[in-house]
């Protein structure tokens, strides 16, 4: 699945056009205030998080300020 990442409101959006068309998953962080859609109709998973928030999961690496794997 592709991963995409948006503004908040542009995943709310995307799961509302997907409503009642898609098989979807929601889940939302309120750790990171973020927002992510899994939809099995457009083989998309969309998602407010930051490319940065999803690295600091992997604590099998760690990273410099921007991100980057050091
Ligand atoms: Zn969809």
Redesign the pocket.
Known sequence: MEVVHKSQESVKK?IK??EG??V?QVAYSSYHDALTQV????N?VRTSLTKFDIKKFDNDYEYDKDGNII
């Open positions: 995307m056009n997907c068309r898609h979807q939809c099995f109709g457009c998309k």
